[in-house]
């Protein structure tokens, strides 16, 4: 797989490890997903003509790990359009899913090839999509078309489908919301005599960890967290101090170290400030305990597989879920709240192709995405039945599961993983090993009284940056997993970092980006 993109997918979508919509099922891959894809779309746009149906609404979106054939998305596709039509539609919709590996260069490439790809997510960020003429303003339907969506997700959550005060598209709708939980052995925290209510964030793990290590001499306290898209391992310090009620600081992305403190819109580089100092220092102090594992920044081991090993007591995870949900995810363990997210960024939106042929159409279905639950249904989960069984029915959520003897990789048709990156996941079916009614509820409640960034929904184009960004990101990665794992005495080698990025033009980035965010706040 192209580790790049679906790593990409994840973070963005935490669709799999933060909120839980993932299965323990080995899947398998789909290495005509390309093809099947154009068959598709090609297969619905001559079917339509033949039927002297209406417009055809082309749907393309990204499937991870089990990409369905075409025979599998037909009688979804089928029994999607009857819905349609009962309901007083006057077009029909093309299904094109597409291996998540080839989705953001295939449907880009689709476009600028003036290929149908219809309504579709701009993985590559949505200014680069606005910027290179690959997506339709949205303002003419958002009183009609798209208004159900604009009352469901309200002009605060909107702002991360804007560029230049301009609606390109709308924000998936989701449980954003991260708590970050120290998991660890029930046993072993027993035995030390700490309780629950003496874990109040990460700086109070400290003398819990201490105990730890006190009576399990040969494992680890603490497992470190695998860094993302090059970035380095860590024990979760920046997340879990950046929270609202803590630094509160929002990270701007493209993994270049800057950040937003407080309720200021003043954007400064992560590596000079106290923020980042203490993150390190706690990691150091751990690591000069013997706290931690042995060459923690450069492992590539997961932190449950390192803790399911027996080679560590504990590890620190964000989850959408509820503490109960997951403390169920591993054996014999305690799930404690050390942290909680607030709203900072959304890149996970959706838009509508530039050479789409029927923009008001297309405008309807995607409404529909958020709003429909039968509709979101069909493209998540396929037909009841051949693809899903109904089992119950929690908390006003349907209960699901695969027919008997079957999984994720043998029904005719299924979009699970997906559930985190389309749509409306509030109005999702809860499918049997997935995220549970009670979790979905969770999430919801946490949405709802969501802290938002004093920055949401401003996006960074480092384009007229783009050599200083590369050259940021290449001298920092040099340092971070050092320091973040506490093998680097910061000390000694923050300085040398903070030198290192200057050199590469961290000031020209920082410039640009404040002058993009003050702009954006002119356009609020």
Same mark, same amino acid.
């Given at each position: 797989?192209?580790?790049?993109?679906?790593?990409t997918?994840?973070?963005?979508?935490?669709?799999?490890?933060?909120?839980?919509?993932?299965?323990?099922?080995?899947?398998?891959?789909?290495?005509?997903?390309?093809e099947?894809?154009?068959?598709?779309?090609?297969?619905?746009?001559?079917?339509?003509?033949?039927?002297?149906?209406?417009?055809?609404?082309?749907?393309?979106? @990204?499937?991870?790990?089990?990409?369905?054939?075409?025979?599998?998305?037909?009688?979804?596709?089928?029994?999607?359009?009857?819905?349609?039509?009962?309901?007083?539609?006057?077009?029909?919709?093309?299904l094109?899913?597409?291996?998540?590996?080839?989705?953001?260069?295939?449907?880009?490439?689709?476009?600028?090839s003036?290929?149908n790809?219809?309504?579709?997510?701009?993985?590559?960020?949505?200014?680069?999509?606005?910027?290179?003429?690959?997506?339709?303003?949205?303002d003419?339907?958002?009183?009609?078309e798209?208004?159900?969506?604009?009352?469901?997700?309200?002009?605060?959550?909107l702002?991360?489908?804007?560029?230049?005060?301009?609606?390109?598209?709308?924000?998936?709708? %989701?449980?954003?919301?991260?708590y970050?939980?120290? $998991?660890?052995? %029930?046993?072993?925290?027993?035995?030390?005599g700490?309780?629950?209510?003496?874990?109040?964030?990460?700086r109070?793990?400290?003398?819990?960890?201490?105990?730890?290590?006190?009576?399990n001499?040969?494992?680890?306290?603490?497992?470190?967290?695998?860094?993302?898209?090059?970035?380095?391992?860590?024990?979760?310090q920046?997340?879990?101090?950046?929270? @609202?009620?803590?630094?509160?600081?929002?990270?701007?992305?493209?993994?270049?170290?800057?950040?937003?403190?407080?309720?200021?819109?003043?954007?400064?580089?992560?590596?000079?400030?106290?923020?980042?100092?203490?993150?390190?220092?706690?990691?150091?102090d751990?690591?000069?305990?013997?706290?931690?594992?042995k060459?923690?920044?450069?492992?590539?081991?997961?932190?449950?597989?390192t803790?399911?090993?027996g080679?560590?007591?504990?590890?620190?995870?964000?989850?959408?879920?509820?503490?109960?949900? $997951?403390?169920?995810?591993?054996?014999n363990?305690?799930?404690?709240?050390i942290?909680?997210?607030?709203?900072?960024?959304?890149?996970?939106?959706?838009?509508?192709a530039?050479n789409?042929?029927?923009?008001?159409?297309?405008?309807?279905?995607?409404?529909?995405?958020?709003?429909?639950?039968?509709?979101?249904?069909?493209?998540?989960?396929?037909?009841?039945?051949?693809?899903?069984?109904?089992?119950?029915?929690?908390?006003?959520?349907?209960?699901?599961a695969?027919?008997?003897?079957?999984?994720?990789?043998?029904?005719?048709?299924?979009?699970?993983l997906?559930?985190?990156?389309?749509?409306?996941?509030?109005?999702?079916?809860?499918?049997?090993?997935?995220?549970?009614p009670?979790?979905?509820?969770?999430m919801?409640?946490?949405?709802?009284?969501?802290?938002?960034?004093?920055?949401f929904?401003?996006?960074?184009?480092?384009? @007229?940056?783009?050599?200083?960004?590369?050259?940021?990101?290449?001298?920092?990665?040099q340092?971070?997993?050092?320091?973040?794992?506490?093998?680097?005495?910061?000390?000694?080698?923050?300085?040398q970092?903070?030198?290192?990025?200057?050199?590469?033009?961290?000031?020209?980035?920082?410039?640009?980006?404040?002058?993009q965010?003050?702009?954006?706040?002119?356009?609020?």
């Amino acid at each position: 797989m192209n580790k790049k993109v679906i790593s990409t997918l994840l973070a963005a979508a935490s669709v799999i490890t933060l909120i839980g919509c993932g299965s323990s099922t080995t899947a398998k891959t789909d290495e005509t997903a390309a093809e099947n894809s154009t068959v598709q779309t090609t297969e619905a746009a001559a079917k339509a003509a033949s039927s002297g149906e209406g417009s055809v609404v082309t749907f393309s979106y @990204p499937t991870l790990v089990v990409t369905p054939t075409p025979e599998g998305v037909a009688p979804v596709e089928d029994a999607l359009n009857d819905y349609l039509k009962s309901i007083g539609k006057n077009y029909t919709v093309d299904l094109n899913p597409i291996d998540g590996n080839n989705y953001p260069t295939q449907t880009d490439m689709a476009i600028m090839s003036n290929e149908n790809v219809g309504i579709y997510c701009p993985l590559a960020g949505l200014s680069n999509a606005v910027s290179s003429n690959k997506l339709l303003p949205l303002d003419d339907y958002l009183g009609a078309e798209l208004k159900p969506v604009v009352d469901l997700e309200g002009d605060q959550m909107l702002r991360s489908g804007k560029v230049d005060g301009i609606t390109y598209a709308m924000p998936c709708y %989701k449980g954003y919301i991260l708590y970050y939980y120290w $998991v660890v052995d %029930k046993d072993i925290f027993d035995a030390t005599g700490f309780a629950g209510n003496d874990i109040t964030d990460i700086r109070s793990l400290t003398p819990i960890l201490e105990k730890i290590h006190e009576q399990n001499p040969d494992i680890a306290a603490i497992a470190p967290t695998l860094g993302l898209n090059g970035t380095g391992n860590n024990y979760c310090q920046l997340p879990t101090m950046g929270d @609202p009620d803590d630094y509160k600081v929002t990270d701007l992305g493209s993994f270049l170290g800057l950040i937003v403190e407080g309720d200021s819109t003043k954007v400064e580089n992560m590596y000079e400030t106290q923020y980042f100092k203490e993150a390190c220092e706690l990691a150091y102090d751990w690591n000069q305990k013997g706290l931690t594992i042995k060459d923690a920044s450069v492992t590539t081991d997961t932190p449950t597989d390192t803790q399911q090993a027996g080679r560590a007591a504990s590890n620190i995870i964000g989850y959408g879920n509820s503490a109960e949900s $997951v403390a169920a995810f591993t054996d014999n363990t305690y799930a404690f709240p050390i942290s909680k997210t607030m709203m900072a960024s959304n890149s996970l939106v959706w838009g509508i192709a530039s050479n789409c042929s029927n923009p008001r159409e297309s405008a309807d279905f995607l409404s529909l995405l958020y709003t429909d639950e039968q509709v979101i249904n069909y493209i998540i989960y396929g037909t009841e039945g051949d693809d899903y069984v109904v089992t119950g029915e929690e908390n006003g959520i349907k209960t699901i599961a695969y027919p008997e003897g079957q999984d994720m990789n043998s029904v005719p048709y299924t979009a699970q993983l997906s559930c985190g990156i389309l749509g409306n996941q509030f109005i999702m079916y809860a499918i049997e090993g997935g995220t549970s009614p009670a979790d979905i509820s969770f999430m919801k409640e946490n949405m709802d009284k969501a802290v938002y960034s004093p920055v949401f929904g401003y996006q960074i184009d480092v384009t @007229p940056v783009s050599t200083q960004a590369s050259a940021i990101s290449n001298a920092a990665n040099q340092y971070t997993g050092g320091l973040l794992c506490g093998e680097l005495d910061p000390k000694t080698y923050i300085p040398q970092l903070i030198d290192a990025v200057n050199a590469a033009g961290m000031q020209d980035v920082i410039a640009v980006a404040q002058d993009q965010l003050d702009a954006w706040k002119t356009e609020q």
